[in-house]
């Protein structure tokens, strides 16, 4: 994909910003993730909207894309991939090895972005902020089982280990 960075597959573009939250976008925001591998219900909250007003090329997220990742860019109607009243708004799959959160445009007035999705939020260190996602600091109590449990069978095997030596 040439309009963005590390981009693996585009729904296409369309009319007007449907990075909104009015019943008429997010019916359309469904169908273009639906076209590109993601099933969004469009009930959960999206992972973070960042506002882009400064007509850059650049799309920082303060959350790290990892893995799979699903977002939609808005361009404005000056210098976007359409020109149209209103401007457009182009929804993206992206894949990266490596976590990432700066994705570069081809084109520039950019509008807004909106990460829908992405596979483990990996917190960024200095306090991030923005948006959603972070790694819970304290493990659920099944973790904590298991961990527990885990160090215990390892403290039995080494114990039976060290009565075989002694014998």
Known sequence: MSDLTSATACSGFFAGNLNS?????VADQKAALASIGFDWDGNFKTVEKIDL???SF????STKLTDTSFVSIHWG???????????TT???KIESNSPLNILVSAFGSLSNAVLYKTAIPI??????????????????PGVWLQ???GFGLVGAVRRRQQRAIAA
């Open 58 to 61: 650049n799309i920082d997220f």
């Open 53 to 55: 007003s400064d007509k």
């Open 90 to 92: 182009g929804f993206y």
């Open 147 to 149: 961990m527990i449990a």
């Open 77 to 87: 109607a000056g210098q976007g991939p359409v020109k149209a009243k209103g401007g």
């Open 21 to 25: 939250n009015n019943s008429g976008d």
């Open 123 to 140: 917190p960024i260190p200095d306090g991030g902020g923005g948006g959603g996602g972070g790694l819970d600091p304290v493990p659920e």
